[in-house]
């Protein structure tokens, strides 16, 4: 679907982004042969750093925008349902990623035993599904909803508001 608000078009991008990353993780982690646990500075290993950033970019500026700005304008259309369901779901990976970055920071420092490679791995990649999952609900109904909702001037306001973050 192509957009033609600036929000929504930022929004699609990043979540576009989040898809590759996070597909690429797990390409990663499950491809035939692939050395579990990474090696230090291998391409699974900066591949789960780069997760752990984007992810806590994501759950602290994305998610606070969405559920402070655009969420309210959801439910004040009568659409409080999906609004919940996706604040739900943000809680959900909120705590998935606190959990995430802890076991990235361990294994980073070299701190991880195999039980908790194995945490890391399971904890990835249903972050992986969570995280697809979500974007896809995103994409079908917040987007094309903020693309009846909004109007120009709002838009510039949030776009605005959200680049300055």
């Given at each position: 679907?192509?957009?033609?608000?600036?929000?929504?078009?930022?929004?699609?991008?990043?979540?576009?982004?989040?898809?590759?990353?996070?597909?690429?993780?797990e390409?990663?982690?499950?491809?035939?042969?692939?050395?579990?646990?990474?090696?230090?500075?291998?391409?699974a290993?900066?591949?789960?750093?780069?997760?752990?950033?984007?992810?806590?970019?994501?759950?602290?500026?994305?998610?606070?925008?969405?559920?402070?700005?655009?969420?309210?304008?959801?439910?004040?259309?009568?659409?409080?349902?999906?609004?919940?369901l996706?604040?739900?779901?943000?809680?959900?990976?909120?705590?998935?990623?606190?959990?995430?970055a802890?076991?990235?920071?361990?294994?980073?420092?070299?701190?991880?035993?195999?039980?908790?490679?194995?945490?890391?791995?399971?904890?990835?990649?249903?972050?992986?599904?969570?995280?697809?999952?979500?974007?896809?609900?995103?994409?079908?109904?917040?987007l094309?909803?903020?693309?009846?909702?909004?109007?120009?001037?709002?838009?510039?306001?949030?776009?605005?508001?959200?680049?300055?973050?």
């Open positions: 679907m192509e957009f033609n608000l600036n929000i929504t078009r930022r929004l699609h991008e990043e979540h576009a982004a989040t898809l590759t990353l996070w597909s690429r993780l390409q990663l982690l499950s491809g035939r042969g692939a050395p579990w646990p990474p090696v230090a500075g291998d391409t290993s900066a591949c789960l750093r780069e997760c752990a950033g984007a992810l806590a970019q994501e759950v602290s500026a994305h998610f606070a925008f969405e559920e402070a700005r655009l969420f309210p304008r959801l439910e004040d259309s009568g659409e409080g349902d999906i609004a919940q996706l604040a739900e779901e943000h809680a959900l990976i909120r705590e998935a990623a606190v959990q995430f802890a076991l990235q920071t361990r294994a980073a420092r070299g701190e991880l035993d195999e039980a908790g490679w194995r945490s890391l791995k399971t904890l990835a990649l249903e972050l992986v599904e969570r995280l697809v999952s979500h974007v896809q609900k995103e994409e079908m109904s917040l094309p909803a903020l693309e009846d909702l909004i109007d120009e001037d709002e838009d510039r306001d949030l776009i605005t508001e959200y680049s300055m973050g």
